[in-house]
């Protein structure tokens, strides 16, 4: 142990409560920004697993087709062009999603492929009507770029899959229209075309309302009867082994496919950055005790130089550099932030574990997920970033005190003139 090490140990014992008070700074400070940081990363993460299971990574929609728009070489020429300049046209749909699917089967990133043809529909039942979307799709594909089987509630998917009149709706429209499974229900695709009758095969839950009372899904083929769409779908469905290359991928595929592919991150933009935003203001609120420990070391290390003038007089006298002194003052904050980034850590685990443990109020929540309990996302990282803003708070409010000191000359201690 160094001799500055010592004296700074000695130095700090003698203001027990100001340092006391410091450090609990310290640790509140790092244990509240680990627990906020890691509830707001859960539910972050949350949102991304519920909307990757029912939405899937990615989208292969419209059709691209490349035109060219001729320039005038003047406002009173009709025919002379100096000059030629490509756009981008968009074709509503995929035409050809046997030929498209086949080819995403060539994407190493690619682990399924759905084909999905959408519309407006009336769902009516035997109390009120409500505005849905049908959703044609083939099961057996869609289970595998989404969570649609563990979605399920009440029913089966099998009996889905053996039915060609069966419907899966969502919990939401299920109770607005007060049915259950095996109720009937008529569906009018608002194309002049009779409304048909179909059974409820099961009820899915996804956690976010408006999917849950809106989508209604059916075969393919019967999508395709009652919105008198015989070829082609709205959209391809994609589930990705790595989903956070999707912004990559969906470059790749549309120079490849001529398709336009809306990768999650694009679509989800605006809740994304709602979660971004969130982290970054509830850590500035909690860096707040941060920031008192801060101001506490700094009056803590002011009253310590006012004090130990004499004593550092004689450290002075004894040889000690201004280098040494600055270090004594700075071992004081090093002690304090130690202890603290240590036991806010293990505060803010503990306390991160028993939130994790703890039922939300009411039976959960709804709306953008579905939990019961508060979800958590901790990493390593969280600790890091708790411990690097407790260490800028502290030693930047530290380093202040600690060059005073050093300035100090024992010649104007001895006089009494020492600033």
Not at 98 to 125: K, M, P
Not at 371 to 393: G, M
Request: contains cysteine.
């Amino acid at each position: 142990m160094s001799p500055n090490f010592r004296i700074a140990f000695r130095f700090l014992t003698a203001k027990k409560r100001a340092m006391t008070m410091s450090l609990a700074c310290t640790i509140i400070g790092v244990g509240l920004f680990i627990v906020t940081q890691a509830t707001t990363s859960g539910f972050e993460e949350f949102f991304i697993k519920t909307i990757l299971g029912t939405d899937g990574a990615m989208r292969i929609q419209d059709e691209i087709q490349d035109t060219i728009h001729a320039i005038k070489t003047s406002e009173t020429s009709d025919f002379t062009v100096s000059a030629r300049e490509e756009g981008r046209k968009y074709i509503e749909g995929v035409q050809e999603p046997t030929q498209i699917i086949e080819a995403l089967a060539n994407f190493a990133n690619v682990s399924g492929a759905s084909a999905v043809l959408r519309g407006n529909i009336q769902v009516r039942s035997s109390f009120k009507n409500e505005s849905a979307q049908i959703f044609g799709i083939e099961i057996d594909q869609h289970v595998k770029v989404s969570v649609l089987k563990s979605q399920v509630i009440e029913g089966s998917l099998d009996v889905f899959r053996d039915t060609p009149s069966g419907v899966l709706i969502g919990s939401v429209l299920a109770a607005r229209l007060h049915l259950q499974v095996d109720s009937s229900i008529l569906i009018d695709p608002l194309n002049q075309q009779p409304a048909r009758r179909y059974r409820i095969c099961g009820i899915y839950e996804t956690g976010v309302r408006d999917i849950d009372k809106s989508r209604v899904y059916v075969r393919l083929s019967e999508a395709r009867s009652l919105l008198k769409k015989p070829t082609g779908v709205t959209f391809i469905q994609l589930n990705l082994n790595d989903p956070y290359r999707a912004p990559q991928d969906a470059l790749h595929m549309e120079e490849v496919l001529r398709h336009s592919a809306e990768p999650w991150q694009e679509r989800e933009k605006s809740w994304l950055s709602a979660f971004s935003a969130l982290k970054i203001s509830s850590g500035i609120t909690v860096s707040v005790f941060t920031l008192i420990a801060g101001l506490a070391m700094f009056n803590t290390l002011a009253m310590i130089v006012l004090e130990k003038t004499k004593d550092i007089a004689i450290l002075r006298s004894m040889g000690y550099e201004r280098s040494d002194i600055t270090q004594i003052f700075l071992w004081q904050a090093v002690i304090v932030l130690a202890v603290g980034i240590v036991a806010g850590s293990l505060f803010g685990g503990g306390a991160t574990y028993a939130i994790s443990q703890m039922p939300l109020p009411r039976g959960g929540i709804t709306g953008i997920f579905a939990t019961k309990h508060f979800i958590v996302n901790l990493t390593p990282w969280h600790f890091v970033e708790a411990s690097l803003t407790a260490i800028v708070t502290v030693m930047v409010a530290s380093l202040i005190p600690a060059r005073r000191a050093a300035r100090l000359e024992p010649g104007d201690i001895v006089r009494g003139t020492a600033q």
